[in-house]
T-cell receptor, first 114, second 114 residues
């Protein structure tokens, strides 16, 4: 089945540690996104990538980093510089340019700093 | 720039009541419009979509019509069920935007009481 997979579903991190969230898609989509969602809040864009080896900052990129070395993978690293990393993180992908650009979402990763 | 505005929640209804969640957008050209639904602890799922003016998207009893003259895409359902309790996001998609392809509203939480 085609889809987008995030792992792990739950993640615990000690303060001062970096942690990487995985996002993989087998939909052959060009564009991929990372969003952060806080309790009772909407989605805030962290980073997005429209093509391999290229990515742009979203609204809240500080304290995060990404890479896009392969079309199917878009990992997000939450660094120790992110002051309040506890949140629900959602990855999405979409076909990219032109036509129907419906987005598909993963099931999310809930990150908790302990 | 492109933006989406949807009504603030939460919205609380009794089972079998009529639902309307308002959504308006600002965009140049002709974006595609979507409604996504998020159940607790999960990612977003596409509920319905419309890709051109006057199109009506429908799914699971929900409907929304792409109104270019009023730049609106209001979500409606004639008779809600307890299982419809979730957060609903209105979104637009237009390639080449400053935030990638996807722009989301802030979400509207719906609670349906038996």
């Amino acid at each position: 089945d085609g889809g987008i997979t995030q792992s792990p579903k739950y993640l615990f991190r000690k303060e001062g540690q970096n942690v990487t969230l995985s996002c993989e898609q087998n939909l052959n989509h060009d564009a991929m996104y990372w969003y952060r969602q806080d309790p009772g809040q909407g989605l805030r864009l962290i980073y997005y990538s429209q093509i391999v080896n290229d990515f742009q900052k979203g609204d809240i990129a500080e304290g995060y980093s990404v890479s896009r070395e392969k079309k199917e993978s878009f990992p997000l690293t939450v660094t120790s510089a992110q002051k309040n990393p506890t949140a629900f993180y959602l990855c999405a992908s979409s076909p990219g340019q032109g036509g129907d650009t419906e987005a598909f979402f993963g099931q999310g990763t809930r990150l908790t700093v302990v | 720039g492109n933006s989406v505005t949807q009504m603030e929640g939460p919205v609380t209804l009794s089972e079998e009541a009529f639902l309307t969640i308002n959504c308006t957008y600002t965009a140049t050209g002709y974006p595609s419009l979507f409604w996504y639904v998020q159940y607790p602890g999960e990612g977003l799922q596409l509920l319905l979509k419309a890709t051109k003016a006057d199109d009506k998207g429908s799914n699971k009893g929900f409907e929304a019509t792409y109104r270019k003259e009023t730049t609106s895409f209001h979500l409606e359902k004639g008779s809600v069920q307890v299982s419809d309790s979730a957060v609903y996001f209105c979104a637009l998609s237009k390639y080449g935007g400053s935030q990638g392809n996807l722009i989301f509203g802030k979400g509207t939480k719906l609670s349906v009481k038996p």
